[in-house]
């Protein structure tokens, strides 16, 4: 923000066209917190929707540490992707009351009070191998403040076990579907709902999956018109994105 924008903000709260809740919006969306090995990004909630998130892998625990301490400063629900069990340890030492979820491998830290529930979003796997990308979704959702369900081997090489679940994902404001090998559940599950589908491929299946990449291309191309994609084993990504779309809807709805 140049000067001549703060003086205009200025002068608009002056004359009563802004209140303050609103420059203060203004000031922090592009605000960064410096730690000894980070920019941290504590404005990014009023830019995009929802706090910086960290990927965790690769980074000293100690670093993860001092982020979530900035965030929890500046009144930010911390959210860690992709943590070992070590570093995991290390935060939680810290911050006893974080959830820690081993299977998705996340962590996140509750803030002040707890906020009413914004949309609903399921989410669908194809197998139980496809489990932990699944959890990642849902742990992204709950961070969202998101209704979230989670629906478990349902695919495709059981084509009855559908149906029976078809109910729980009725009025969702999205929904998430997990899979791997041939990657077709999305396409069948967006032949059923109203919503946005999106499809996350995962690294299962034998050598000719290609790491997920046979999913990948799969599920591009997929015949249901409903169907998006994210990246190989990008549950976290769908869970933000399906955040934003639960966020929007519910303030549609509001």
């Not at 205009?8 to 809740?21: K, T």
């Not at 690294?203 to 994609?229: D, E, I, Q, R």
Request: glycine share 10%; with cysteine.
């Amino acid at each position: 923000m140049t000067t001549a924008d703060l003086r205009q903000l200025l002068e608009r709260l002056v004359a009563g066209e802004v209140d303050a809740d609103a420059v203060l919006a203004h000031l922090s969306s592009g605000a960064s917190v410096t730690t000894d090995d980070a920019q941290v990004d504590v404005g990014r909630r009023n830019r995009c929707g929802f706090p910086e998130v960290v990927y965790c892998e690769g980074k000293p625990a100690e670093s993860i540490v001092r982020i979530f301490e900035v965030q929890q400063q500046h009144g930010e629900t911390a959210f860690g992707t992709r943590l070992s069990p070590e570093q995991a340890s290390v935060v939680l030492e810290r911050f006893p009351d974080a959830i820690y979820n081993a299977t998705a491998r996340t962590i996140r830290l509750p803030f002040g009070e707890q906020q009413p529930l914004r949309g609903r979003v399921a989410v669908v796997t194809a197998g139980t191998s496809d489990r932990p990308v699944a959890e990642e979704a849902v742990e992204t959702l709950h961070w969202t403040g998101c209704e979230t369900e989670l629906i478990v081997d349902v695919g495709v090489a059981g084509p009855h076990r559908l149906p029976e679940h078809l109910h729980r994902l009725h009025n969702s404001d999205a929904v998430i579907v997990v899979a791997g090998m041939e990657g077709a559940l999305p396409s069948v599950v967006g032949g059923w709902v109203d919503c946005p589908v999106i499809a996350v491929p995962t690294s299962v299946g034998y050598g000719a999956a290609f790491g997920g990449l046979a999913a990948l291309l799969g599920m591009l191309n997929s015949c249901a018109s409903n169907v998006t994609v994210v990246n190989i084993d990008a549950g976290f990504k769908a869970g933000y994105v399906a955040g934003l779309i639960a966020k929007r809807a519910t303030a549609a709805r509001d």
